[in-house]
């Protein structure tokens, strides 16, 4: 069966830090991924996603970037946090990009201080 | 610009009556729409769906119904129990490989 892991589970960093969010996925190949942010009266807002190694696309300009040097790991990092980076990330993946719906991670709280 | 509007932010009912959650989008390519339910610390699981070819999908308890003209969407639970309490999000895509785009999402509290 196919499983989603996330980590940390919960990151308390200061301002200015850099920041490596590691996501991996289980029994499946070649999924699509996705990083979401969930932060205070935005909703679910999606950061990045990638159909493939090394195939990032960006939907929000930002303070972050994503890898995927690996088939089924996608890393979200960030060169120097910001306060407003400050939220609950999620990584997703999906067998392309409908139909099934996404499966999540368990999530990492990111509190920058 | 938000394209997947969920315009309530919060829904309280009594356990046994039906939960009415609404969604609105605005992008009319989107063909395939998503309901997604979330506690607290953890990640959203996967509720119910629907493409645009229907207009209603039923699964248990829980009911989507899709106005296409109205371009809105509706998730019906019924009867509401208080281990519905969760975030709902509402989520919406494009058959044309895009990522799924989603609400702000609506708080269902439901009292026993």
Redesign the interface.
């Known amino acids: 069966s196919q499983t989603i892991h ?1 980590w940390p589970a919960t990151l308390v960093q200061p301002v200015g830090s850099p920041l490596s969010l590691e996501c991996t996925v289980e029994g499946t190949s070649n999924p ?1 991924l ?1 990083w ?1 942010r969930q932060a205070a ?6 950061l990045f ?1 990638s159909v493939g190694i090394g195939q990032i ?1 960006s ?1 929000v300009p930002q303070n972050l970037s994503a890898s995927r040097p690996q088939d089924r790991q996608f890393i979200l990092s960030s060169k120097k946090l910001l306060l407003s980076d400050s939220g ?1 990330y ?1 990584c ?1 993946w999906s067998v392309g ?3 099934g ?7 990492t ?1 990111l509190t920058v201080v | 610009d938000q394209q997947v509007k ?1 315009n309530s932010p919060s829904l309280s009912v009594q356990e046994g009556r039906i939960s009415i959650l609404n969604c609105d989008y605005t992008n009319s390519m989107f063909d ?1 729409f ?1 309901w ?1 339910k979330k506690y607290p ?6 509720l119910i ?1 629907i493409s645009s070819i229907k207009d209603k999908n039923e699964d248990g308890r829980f009911t989507v119904f899709l106005n296409k003209s109205a371009k809105h969407l509706s998730l019906h639970i019924v009867p509401s129990q208080p281990g519905d309490s969760a975030v709902y ?1 509402c ?1 919406a ?1 494009a ?1 044309a ?9 609506t708080t269902l509290s439901v009292s026993s």
Do not use: D, H, M, V
């Not at chain 1, 719906?101 to 999530?107: A, D, H, I, R, W």
């Not at chain 2, 490989?97 to 999402?105: E, M, S």
């Open positions: 996330q699509n996705y979401y009266g935005r909703g679910l807002q999606l996603y696309s939907e609950f999620l997703a990009f409908t139909l719906g996404y499966t999540f991670g368990s999530g709280r | 969920q395939y998503l997604y610390a953890e990640g959203p699981t996967f769906s999000f989520a895509s058959q490989g895009t990522a799924l785009i989603f609400g702000k999402g």
